[in-house]
């Protein structure tokens, strides 16, 4: 994923100005063209990686989770932390942060800012390779499935505030909760009606997101 990551760099290199809305047209195309490729490839038929892993049974609760789960959670806060501590704590995470903010200001401040591109590129590939098989084990794999996991992403993100990691764990916690409680007690029709008003009730009253300016500007 690192490999796909940076050959995706090299081609948006060639997307002109509105450089943002070209982007978003070029990757909403190769997603397309992805899509259509494995809808050759695999069909359309669902897919599910079954698991052997054991049930645990909370005690005095009548909770249950696999083993699987609890892997997941723990694989998603080590690598959440991680990037936080690389973005926070380290000069490459600075310079990154630097670049994202303000290209032109961090050129004149001796940044690489190509090279940050391509490490920024990079990192997401690696956390996409590792969201990738975590996603496989929890939900069912057909070949536009990644547009559920995409909405979600963009609802969370939308729900921290970009850049705010902190944030990200908030919202999904909380969008997690809200869908699981919506799912036990109305039913799985009502879910995405639940993430629907979670993203226009953000938009309206918390556009840059739910934790505090200050609290925000530091994760």
């Known amino acids: 994923m690192i490999f796909v990551a940076v050959l995706l760099q090299k081609l948006l290199r060639y997307v002109n100005?509105?450089?943002e809305l070209n982007t978003l047209v070029v990757t909403f195309g190769l997603a397309l063209v992805l899509q259509n490729g494995m809808l050759m490839l695999?069909?359309?038929?669902?897919?599910?990686?079954r698991s052997t892993a054991p049930i645990i049974e909370l005690p005095k609760t009548q909770l249950v989770v696999t083993q699987t789960q609890i892997i997941l959670i723990l694989t998603s806060l080590l690598a959440t932390t991680a990037l936080y501590i690389l973005l926070r704590r380290t000069f490459l995470g600075k310079a990154l942060r630097a670049t994202i903010q303000d290209r032109e200001a961090a050129k004149?401040?001796?940044?690489n800012v190509r090279r940050m591109s391509l490490?920024?590129?990079?990192i997401g590939g690696t956390l996409i390779g590792l969201a990738g098989p975590l996603y496989a084990r929890t939900a069912y794999l057909y070949p536009s499935g990644g547009i559920e996991a995409t909405l979600i992403a963009i609802i969370i993100t939308i729900f921290a505030g970009v850049g705010r990691i902190r944030g990200i764990l908030l919202g999904g916690w909380a969008l997690g909760i809200a869908e699981s409680l919506t799912v036990y007690s109305l039913g799985t029709g009502w879910r995405e009606l639940v993430s629907s008003l979670f993203l226009i009730s953000l938009l309206l009253l918390r556009p840059e997101g739910i934790l505090p300016r200050r609290m925000g500007a530091n994760g």
């Open 17 to 19: 100005e509105p450089y």
């Open 42 to 49: 695999f069909s359309a038929d669902y897919r599910f990686i």
């Open 108 to 111: 004149l401040a001796g940044i």
């Open 119 to 122: 490490i920024g590129f990079a």
